[in-house]
């Protein structure tokens, strides 16, 4: 049981550069989402998904797209990269709501910086 | 937007000595999570409160959701080094189950 798994580790991009961010989790999870972590600024919610063909906003979406076409996998692109997403990107994954008490599983981050 | 208060922003202790971290919500919580996360690595959960006057252990770790669900304290009995990090408080978004806000963090040094 990998839980949640993150590729790359680290990414170096230039301004104006597109990539994706992978996530995949084996726990059969219905919920995923992507947060950045910023100094100063804690984990801030990108976007999330409560099952595969849903997803949503969070608190910081501009510049980020998501779908969620399997359970298993919820990628996060970045359409034209700037030197303000340079971040270290987490993604999670819960069986169930965060208010009746399910935990969320992060995974180990991938550390992005753009040029 | 429902905000979570971390204090102390940072803390140094001796190796041995106890220490308490403060999480503080500007509204009511309906569940509260907290997570250790290591330099360069991902979020570890620890534990996860939910009912007013709720405490959990874990090893020497104690976390506490106070009757008025507005304040949580994480409380570590003899610190040691493998103790040290950032210790996050995480809280449900009001209206919404899933989403999570967070603190901003309290970064722990143990020093030997």
């Known amino acids: 049981n990998a839980g949640v798994t993150q590729t790359p580790k680290f990414q170096v991009l230039k301004t104006g550069q597109s990539m994706t961010l992978q996530c995949a989790q084996d726990m059969n999870h219905e919920y995923m989402s992507w947060y950045r972590q910023d100094p100063g600024m804690g984990l801030r919610l990108i976007h999330y998904s409560v099952g595969a063909g849903i997803t949503d906003q969070g608190e910081v979406p501009n510049g980020y797209n998501v779908s969620r076409s399997t359970t298993e996998d919820f990628p996060l692109r970045l359409l034209s990269a700037a030197p303000s997403q340079t971040s270290v990107y987490f993604c999670a994954s819960s069986s169930g709501l965060a208010g009746v008490g399910e935990t969320q599983y992060f995974g180990p981050g991938t550390r992005l910086l753009v040029l | ?112």
Not at chain 2, 34 to 40: A, D, F, I, P
Not at chain 2, 41 to 67: P, R, V, Y
Not at chain 2, 90 to 96: D, F, H, K, T, V
């Open chain 2, 1 to 112: 937007s429902q905000e979570l208060e971390q204090s102390p922003q940072s803390l140094i202790v001796q190796e041995g000595k106890n220490l308490t971290i403060n999480c503080t919500s500007s509204k009511t919580l309906y569940g509260l999570y907290w997570y250790k996360q290591k330099y360069g690595e991902g979020l570890i959960f620890l534990m996860m409160l939910q009912k007013g006057g709720e405490e959990k252990s874990h090893e020497k770790i104690t976390a506490k959701l106070d009757e008025k669900k507005q304040q949580s304290s994480l409380h570590i009995t003899a610190s040691q080094p493998s103790h040290a990090g950032i210790y996050l408080c995480g809280a449900p978004l009001r209206g919404s189950n899933y989403k999570l806000t967070f603190g901003k963090g309290t970064l722990l040094t143990v020093n030997p």
